[in-house]
Nanobody, 115 residues
Framework: QVQLVESGGGLVQPGGSLRLSCAAS????????MGWYRQAPGKQRDLVAHITSAGITNYADSVKGRFTISRDSAKNTVYLQMNSLKPEDTAVYYC?????????WGQGTQVTVSS
């Protein structure tokens, strides 16, 4: 099993920044990819950003140019730097790890963008 621990969520004003972290531990052998999804109330869970073991990144159109995903392979940790936050970024953010063909999920961290 792989355990994921997220941190860094909170309340921020529009235009502000937050940095999310997600550390993986447990039975880690060969992580193929890590990333973040988010889910706003009443909406489906959508991909925010994704980074492969080769460092290839992918972003949702709504966050391109504002969010940056990065990864520390030595620490099995993925980060999401979120800048120029908007109220519509408000959601629970979930990190995930893809190892072989199995996906592991974090417990989620709340991000609220409000004045």
């Amino acid at each position: 099993q792989v355990q994921l621990v997220e941190s860094g969520g909170g309340l921020v004003q529009p235009g502000g920044s937050l940095r999310l972290s997600c550390a993986a531990s447990g039975s880690i052998f060969s992580i193929n990819a890590m990333g973040w999804y988010r889910q706003a109330p009443g909406k489906q869970r959508d991909l925010v950003a994704h980074i492969t073991s080769a460092g290839i990144t992918n972003y949702a159109d709504s966050v391109k140019g504002r969010f940056t995903i990065s990864r520390d392979s030595a620490k099995n940790t993925v980060y999401l730097q979120m800048n120029s936050l908007k109220p519509e970024d408000t959601a629970v953010y979930y990190c995930y790890v893809l190892q072989n063909v199995k996906v592991y999920w974090g417990q989620g961290t709340q991000v609220t963008v409000s004045s």
